[in-house]
């Protein structure tokens, strides 16, 4: 028997499991390394950067909705250069793979970003062109095949760590999406980011959001993300990691077998904390159960 | 695992909820109260401690939507799950103590005084509870203050004295923080209030909460709930 049947290589980095925070629920892994032993992740998505920080959205920022939640916090972030200097390393001392999140208002935007990451000490540079929540750039990026390939291509050219590209599940046709930013060098794909989505305050008669339409994530969007992502990675050759409502090991493993590498766990974690923890714990029980030496064995198996 | 005790309304649309195998938290301090495995409701509530002793919580919340109707609906000998406490909690300032609350808002302040009076058993502590309609919990708050001046639909803050030498602590709604705060700032005060936000995690990872003080954005859950008033004048 495999005595790490979890075990995951991801663009050149072995992930103990995989399990990954998924950026914007996790901070940068400070608040949650104080409740439980985040070493045991497969690695943590940082909070979404932005070249030189900014405030984020004004208003209501989070808001239930059934078995979810609607999200419009902005990319409220220290900017680039602060999270060089200070999260990166601080991530790196927490045992697990560092993945940093990279969103733009424009393409000189994520060129400059990508420069300044260069010098920090990440294993993936995840490109974030899906945010659904800021005026200008970011999800506008992601929503035709030729603006994210070329990005993807301008990133690509300059950054020096690996390059993973977040889609939005809000593009026409995603797959065509996947499909350009892979030609366009991507070296792995994640997704889905959040289902654009709305919540109207019916006393006040106006939108719960100032920016009116929001983001939906949490376990609701689980079979609409399981689908796109299905499609993508049967069309792709380079690595997907699903994301999209996973609450439960039966979920992470619905998106393994859909053909994910790895998944991201996003919104259960302001639910349960722990709850990346028991997801991890159930896949270790299933390849047991199975016999698998390696959770690989089920990956595209649907 | 926590369990529930008792669970019971006391006035129109406000519960008191009474748990056992709980954490031990302190005044101004809040738990996210979560029913164990569900995905919907999704999100834990922030609530806040009325009274904590040993690993026996007691909290005052009132049903606003269907997270706190789902809580209402759980009978004594249910599981909940409880995640924290969290947040900075009230500063215990040597001295007297004037307390004011607006309806639901009075809930902090009844672990606040308690803990005020155990710290300090000869300081005086005035205590201001405004409702709209029907007043609940006034009881528990006789047993530690010195005074207990109860409003019924009118403005709280119009009845107290913000000139005494004495640390000033509110919980309520915005108008009523702002009324607090505005007369605070007159006389020099030194008022903390607590403040209320949509949260989704409750530890300070999701950002749903963070607001603009003097010295940046900080997050309610986490750098607060508690603030000096002066720091969050642009929030109220």
């Known amino acids: 028997m495999n005595d790490k049947p979890l075990e995951t290589e991801l663009l050149g980095v072995t992930l103990k499991n995989p399990v990954i925070a998924a950026s914007g629920t996790f901070g940068f892994g400070r608040e949650y390394a104080e409740l439980f032993d985040v070493s045991r992740l497969g690695g943590i998505c940082g909070k979404g950067l932005t070249l030189d920080g900014s405030a984020g ?3 209501v920022r989070v808001t239930e909705t059934p078995a979810g939640m609607l999200n419009s916090i902005g990319l409220e972030n220290p900017g680039v250069a602060r999270f060089v200097a200070e999260e990166a390393p601080f991530m790196r001392s927490l045992g697990c793979a560092v993945i940093a999140n990279l969103g733009g208002h424009s393409v000189s935007d994520y060129i400059e970003g990508a420069r300044l990451l260069n010098d920090a000490d990440i294993d993936i540079l995840e490109l974030n062109i899906s945010c659904p929540n800021v005026r200008a750039g970011s999800m506008a990026f992601g929503l035709s095949p030729g603006s994210a390939a070329d990005v993807t291509r301008r990133v690509k050219e300059v950054a020096r760590h690996p390059l993973m590209v977040k889609l939005t599940p809000n593009a026409p046709d995603p797959v065509e999406v996947a499909l350009a930013c892979e030609q366009a060098g991507a ?13 109207i305050d019916v006393d006040k008669k106006r939108p719960v959001f100032d920016n009116v339409y929001a983001g939906l ?3 609701a969007v689980m079979p609409l993300a399981l689908r796109i992502v299905h499609q993508a990675a049967k069309r ?3 690595p997907v990691v699903g994301m999209g409502g996973i609450s439960c090991a039966r979920d992470a493993l619905c998106f393994l077998m859909a053909g994910a590498r790895a998944v991201q766990v996003g919104s259960m974690n302001f639910a349960n904390p722990r709850a990346m923890l028991d997801i991890i714990d159930g896949l270790a029980r299933y390849c047991e159960e199975n016999h698998l030496e390696n959770i690989r064995e089920i990956r595209g198996i649907v | 695992m926590a369990v529930i005790v008792q669970n019971t309304e006391i006035a129109g649309g406000i519960y008191r909820m009474w748990l056992a195998h709980a954490p031990q938290g302190n005044a101004g301090q809040f738990i996210m109260l979560r029913i164990p495995g ?8 922030p609530i806040s401690l009325f009274d904590s002793a040993g690993d026996e919580l007691t909290l005052l919340y009132q049903v606003k939507g269907r997270g706190t109707a789902a809580f209402a609906g759980l009978p004594a000998g249910a599981p909940a799950e409880v995640q924290g406490p969290y947040g900075n909690g009230f500063p215990l300032v040597p001295g007297d103590a004037v307390v004011i609350g607006g309806g639901i808002g009075a809930a902090p302040l009844h672990l606040l005084v308690k803990q005020l009076r155990a710290a300090e058993p000869n300081r005086r502590v005035e205590v201001h509870l405004g409702f709209r309609g029907e007043a609940y919990a006034i009881e528990a708050f006789r047993a530690y203050a010195d005074s207990v001046r109860v409003d019924i639909g009118g403005v709280v803050t119009d009845g107290v004295d913000f000139a005494q030498t004495a640390a000033y602590y509110a919980c309520g709604p915005s108008p009523m923080l702002r009324a607090a705060a505005k007369a605070a700032g007159e006389t020099g005060a030194r008022l903390y209030v607590s403040l209320e936000k949509h949260m989704a995690c409750g530890v300070g990872a999701c950002l749903g909460c963070t607001c603009q003080t003097a010295n940046g954005r900080k997050r309610v859950c986490r750098d607060g709930p508690v603030f000096d008033f002066r720091e969050v004048a642009d929030e109220r």
């Open chain 1, 57 to 59: 959205n004004r208003g």
């Open chain 1, 236 to 238: 792709v050759k380079i």
């Open chain 1, 187 to 199: 070296d792995a794909l994640s997704l889905v980011n959040t289902f654009l989505g709305m919540a």
């Open chain 1, 217 to 219: 994530s949490g376990p």
């Open chain 2, 38 to 45: 569900a995905l919907d409701p999704f999100l834990g509530r």
